[in-house]
């Protein structure tokens, strides 16, 4: 299920028998998983080397990070956004597929409440297929609760939080999880270019508050 090698210059190609794998590097313990992914056509899966310690071993070569995906357009997002504006306060549930050669945003039958969106069945085609799973915090905060490291820790894939930021604007989350193991991530990762008045929560200027008793995060 789990594979484990020693880097080396080059690595060798990802084991799809594997769920994922360690790689021992120069520069430390990395995570590698790939689910179908093809550079030349649109709409294809998704493949991550994230670092999850950073070590030296000598006499080993360096890896470097990466997040290969192709890229959502930013009009993707304008319609989520939309469709959470009619969901609020209640969270919204979409999926991103692939349909091969294009992504398609799914909205699946969806149970919503204000601190909770659960597919009304897991077992949904899309569910499983899904690159990329995205979901609104009504008046919560823009970061995943005790309740989404729980329900995002059996798959493969980004994980997306659209919330809000007290001054009303709307904030983007963005991480990739492999199997129960998260690592945040840009948002220009996953998008082409973000809506102008959408901030990443790991920008600068998601934060920038003109009040200064404003501490910050919401
Ligand atoms: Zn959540």
Redesign the pocket.
Known sequence: MIGYLIAKDPLPPFDRSKLYEYILAGNGIFIRAERPFDRLRAGSGLAVLLQRVSCEVRGLPSLDEYVHIERLPEVSLDLMLAEVADAHPN?ALFYVVDNGGSWDIVIPEQVRSP???APVNPDDPAVQRAIVEI???GN?ATF??D??DR?EAFGFRIFV?LGRHQEGYPLIFCRVGVYGQFQEIPAEWVFESLPHDVKDVFSPQAWACPEETCDGRD
Do not use: A
Request: proline fraction near 7%; charged fraction near 35%; hydrophobic fraction near 15%.
């Open positions: 969270e601190n909770r969106v979901h609104s915090h919560n995943p609760s309740d989404d329900d939080i």
